[in-house]
């Protein structure tokens, strides 16, 4: 009996070694599996055989093979990862981007300063050719750069739109991957032992698509693992997988959504579902940094070649003819939604389109636009930018644009993303190409009497609209020495007077007549005329071209009004790049920081999990020195139990 006890327990001993060392040799050989979990042999003692002296040992028996796994870690090292993945993205996004918008020559400001600048030189010399050529090059130089950076963002568009389709298969092709262990592992399961290495595969698939999109699990009873995106859709249930598509946006079809699509029926996911993942990473870049800065270009765009445009109306060129505009931008447009209605033939019913009515009051922004639910007959426009919502009807006009409703009107559900300058920059290209055509000069000038006795003499005159006409002769006559005077505005060829009145002059303050304003040094005195007539000769006359210069200095760009409709705010063109490029720079900056930060936490998030369940190559190490002992002695037993039986068969025969 001594024998077979012997034998019994050497066996057993021998097996749990075997075990054992086959384990730690499993552990060993994929160390640097990513994923793998450390496995181990679970031992219990082996139930004693009763005999009449009482209960003899049987040694030891293998109960289970257990991984090491802690499921707090392993979910937040997979949150970590997806915070991680989503800062990092947007981070390399934002990078890209402030390459569009370089300091120095290469930047747009000084496209547009340098521009301005020209037309200094041009007003030195109005009828040089070579002067308006030099014009002509800085107005193309202008467009090009602004054409070229809104190309360059539709690029990074089409990136973000690229990336978002290959994450969306990658994220597709491992949701399949994980349904597939689901059933393996639902078949395999028994009921302690659990296929460890499936499970291990399975959490390194849910982590990979943790790095890509945020996701939930939920263990079943069969030892399958539900796996959810944001809003509870689900992505892998069982054995089935779900797909996930990228589609157009709803309202604006250049940019990208997510939609989950099981059985034939699609879901569509909103973008402030995704929180984290390389994708919720893309999108938030998309939805706002790509967004913004779009706008800020256009806005520049829009602003800049808007003013130059009117200033250049307000001239006459070479020829004596008024000025035709140098620069054409992209119109604004107001995109309807998908789901708006449509008719029987699939056309959208419902339209509203905008015109710009005051280009310096454009904000940089996007502005939704649905019926108002608290007042009939208007619309509720929001401005993206910072949420200001408004209520307006058709015709009425915010923010520097004109809101146009078409007819029939849109329905209540019915939705529009208005851009009144996202696609300006797109648009711009010059559009002047004779160098005769500049209006350098203005189409009057004024004169002081020869027989004036004051002091008074021309400081600036300046067009103030288009409505001047240059065939009505303004005489001024100072009827006192304290500024007091009357106006005739005649027809130059006939005389025939067309109006008349009286005005008083105050130092500093210029008299505004006939679309003009003329502002005066010195005193005049009794009697004193001023006359304001039309320009004979325009290659001699460079006013215009000094008051478009004069825009470089003017705060033209992203103005408001206050309560008494004066302008207030606004910023130089070139002050404008430098606000967007300062943007551009802490946007990255502080994505820079949020990437290193959640990087780092994502590190010790996974070293915490390695620590529980990674394997250790020194302490596999001694675990081999053991087992290897513990199998020798197990031989021992086994060679001490083989005498014992030789020497009772000796002795038995």
């Not at 030891?60 to 800062?87: E, G, I, P, W, Y």
């Not at 708006?340 to 015109?355: E, F, K, P, T």
């Not at 004979?536 to 460079?542: A, K, R, Y």
């Amino acid at each position: 009996m001594a024998g077979s006890t012997l034998m019994s327990i050497g066996m057993r001993a021998m097996f749990a070694n075997t075990a054992s060392l086959n384990v730690t040799g499993h552990n060993i050989a994929n160390a640097n599996v990513e994923g793998y979990s450390r496995q181990e042999v679970e031992l219990a003692t082996a139930n004693g055989q009763f005999t009449g002296a009482g209960f003899f040992g049987k040694g030891v028996n293998v109960v289970n093979v257990k991984r090491a796994h802690d499921q707090f870690l392993t979910m937040q090292a997979a949150a970590a990862r997806s915070v991680a993945a989503s800062d990092a993205a947007r981070h390399g996004q934002l990078s890209q981007l402030e390459n569009l918008f370089p300091t120095g020559e290469a930047g747009l400001g000084y496209a547009m300063g340098d521009f301005f600048a020209s037309m200094v030189d041009l007003a030195n010399a109005p009828a040089d050719n070579s002067a308006r050529q030099a014009v002509l090059a800085r107005a193309a130089d202008v467009s090009d750069r602004f054409a070229s950076t809104a190309a360059r963002l539709d690029m990074m568009q089409a990136g973000v739109r690229s990336d978002m389709q290959n994450s969306a298969r990658t994220v597709t092709a491992l949701a399949a991957r994980v349904a597939d262990l689901n059933a393996q592992i639902s078949a395999n399961r028994g009921q302690t032992q659990q296929p460890n290495d499936l499970m291990d595969q399975r959490d390194q698939l849910i982590s990979e698509i943790s790095g890509y999109v945020n996701v939930t699990t939920i263990p079943a009873s069969d030892g399958t693992v539900g796996v959810f995106l944001a809003g509870g859709h689900r992505l892998v249930l069982g054995a089935e997988a779900a797909e996930l598509t990228v589609r157009p946006d709803d309202l604006d079809a250049s940019r990208v959504a997510l939609s989950v699509t099981s059985n034939g029926q699609s879901l569509d996911l909103g973008g402030d579902l995704i929180t984290s993942g390389s994708m919720a990473g893309l999108l938030k870049f998309q939805n706002e940094d790509l967004v913004d800065a779009r706008n800020r270009v256009g806005q520049m765009a829009m602003a800049f070649a808007t003013k130059v445009n009117e200033a250049q109306s307000l001239g006459v060129d070479l020829n004596g003819n008024a000025g035709s505009d140098i620069f054409a931008v992209g119109a604004p447009q107001a995109l309807p939604s998908a789901d708006n209605a449509r008719d029987a033939s699939g056309n959208l019913i419902s339209s509203v389109s905008l015109d710009i009515a005051d280009a310096s009051l454009l904000q940089a922004s996007d502005y939704s636009l649905r019926a108002d639910p608290n007042n009939p007959g208007q619309y509720e426009v929001v401005r993206l930018s910072d949420g200001v919502s408004r209520s307006v009807a058709d015709g009425d006009t915010i923010d520097g644009f004109t809101v146009h409703i078409g007819t029939p009107a849109p329905a209540a559900t019915d939705r529009f993303l208005l851009q009144p300058v996202g696609r300006a920059a797109s648009g711009m290209h010059r559009l002047l190409d004779d160098p005769a055509g500049i209006a350098a000069a203005q189409p009057v000038q004024a004169t002081v009497g020869v027989n004036n006795t004051g002091t008074a003499t021309i400081d600036q005159l300046r067009m103030t609209d288009g409505s001047v006409d240059p065939n009505l002769t303004a005489t001024i006559t100072f009827s006192d020495d304290t500024g007091a005077y009357t106006w005739e505005l005649r027809d130059r060829t006939s005389g025939t007077l067309a109006s008349s009145g009286t005005g008083q002059w105050t130092a500093g303050e210029p008299i505004e007549l006939n679309g003009f304003a003329l502002s005066l040094n010195g005193v005049p005195a009794t009697g004193d005329t001023v006359t304001v007539d039309k320009t004979l000769f325009p290659q001699t006359n460079n006013g215009n071209a000094l008051a478009q210069s004069e825009l470089a200095d003017e705060r033209f760009v992203g103005r408001t009004l206050d309560s008494n409709g004066n302008y207030i705010n606004g910023a130089t063109v070139t002050d404008a790049y430098a606000d967007t490029m300062a943007d551009v720079g802490v946007r990255v900056q502080g994505a820079r920081v949020s990437a290193d930060i959640s990087g780092a936490s994502s590190t010790q998030a996974a070293e915490a999990l390695a620590s529980k369940t990674g394997v250790n190559l020194d302490e596999e190490a001694a675990k081999l020195i053991q087992y290897q002992q513990g199998y020798q002695a197990a031989a021992k037993v086994l060679q001490v139990a083989q005498s014992v039986f030789d020497t009772m068969l000796q002795i038995a025969g």
